[in-house]
Nanobody
């Protein structure tokens, strides 16, 4: 599975961006997909996750709830992260991740970076104040 993230850029605080992640593979609908981010000098942290199509489960980090929305289009093998009301603290490199093993998962699982078996190359998001 290859993951190609795009859509990052420079935006002013309060603005919006939409990240996309295109995945290879015929069974995309079976992948649980997610986003992590890493700011300079900080650990990689969970942002959001969306279950594979057998479930309808979403998880978000507390810091982005109400501002970010994760969604997927299985026909396009793509997952999106709509980011609204961006803050300078959202500045980070954003990584797309996938778990291809069609497992049920909990909120705790979704926040664990080792739970995912594929990582994309990431895209930079910079929010100016």
């Amino acid at each position: 599975v290859q993951l190609q993230a795009s859509g990052g850029g420079l935006v002013q605080a309060g603005g919006s961006l939409r990240l996309s992640c295109a995945a290879s593979g015929r069974t995309f609908s079976y992948y649980t997909m997610g986003w992590f981010r890493q700011a300079p000098g900080k650990e990689r942290t969970f942002v959001a996750a969306i279950s594979w199509s057998g479930y309808s489960t979403y998880y978000y980090a507390e810091s982005v709830k109400g501002r970010f929305t994760i969604s997927r289009d299985n026909a396009k093998n793509t997952v999106y992260l709509q980011m609204n009301s961006l803050k300078p603290e959202d500045t980070a490199f954003y990584y797309c991740v996938a778990d291809s093993r069609r497992r049920s998962y909990s909120g705790r699982d979704s926040r664990d970076p080792t739970w995912y078996d594929y990582w994309g190359q990431g895209t930079q998001v910079t929010v100016s104040s």
